[in-house]
């Protein structure tokens, strides 16, 4: 099947800017996501774009896409304490509803 | 509006047993879905239900499992007889039709076969 590769750790300190990556092989992605996991919860949508659009903003959180390397990032603005979780990267084709997941990222942050 | 709700939030049983999972979805989603993540791998998708038909079920591994939304509400995520290879998280997720219609997800249940 196709690929959706992610860092598994990040670890950043309270305040600071995370960036989260992800790249993914299928070409004909169109809808992109970013998913957020706490601790014994659900997955949480936090944003997604769409492949013909280079950024998107919201708030604290800030989506590159780079559509020719098939790359996908997840900014997070002077993170807090309560940012610590996973973040799973998902893409979906035009070809259907199902969601291709990467393994996820952990981020912890320290005071 | 009331989430994806999923049923139980846990269960532990033996192998070569049976056990059933449920989930509601968001109220006016015709879309419902069913995902699993096993212990250090992706959250996998197994398969879409359109209302009560399933529109795609490639996801799932093997004729043990069965899914059902008999009157395209709740679903039912069925085990029989269960494997230690079972084991992992299972999510749902449901959404509206239309394009670009995204999927929110329940709390998921964690499955544990002994």
């Known amino acids: 099947g196709e690929d959706v590769e992610q860092s598994l750790f990040l670890s950043v300190r309270e305040g600071d800017s995370s960036v989260i990556n992800c790249t993914y092989t299928?070409?004909?992605?169109?809808?992109l996501y970013w998913y957020k996991q706490e601790p014994g919860a659900g997955l949480q949508l936090l944003t997604y774009i769409f492949s013909n659009m280079d950024m998107k903003q919201d708030q604290r959180l800030t989506v590159l896409l780079n559509k020719k390397d098939k790359h996908l990032s997840l900014r997070i603005a002077d993170t807090q304490t309560g940012d610590s979780a996973i973040y799973f990267c998902?893409?979906?084709?035009?070809?259907?509803?199902?969601?291709?997941f990467g393994k996820g990222t952990s981020l912890l942050v320290t005071p | 509006e009331a989430g994806v709700t999923q049923f139980p939030s846990h269960s532990v049983i033996e192998k070569g047993q049976t056990v059933t999972l449920r989930c509601d979805p968001i109220s006016g989603h015709d879309n419902l879905y069913w995902y699993r993540r096993v212990m250090g791998k992706e959250i996998k998708f197994l398969l879409h239900?359109?209302?009560?038909?399933?529109?795609?079920e490639s996801g799932m591994p093997n004729n043990r499992f069965l899914a059902e939304r008999t009157g395209g509400t709740y679903s039912t995520l069925k085990v029989q007889p269960a494997e230690l290879e079972d084991s992992g998280v299972y999510f749902c997720a449901s959404s509206r039709t239309g394009t670009a219609q995204p999927q929110h997800f329940g709390d998921g249940t964690r499955l544990s076969i002994l």
């Open positions: 239900f359109v209302k009560e038909s399933k529109q795609d």
């Open positions: 998902a893409e979906s084709s035009n070809s259907g509803y199902a969601l291709n």
């Open positions: 299928d070409s004909s992605s169109t809808y």
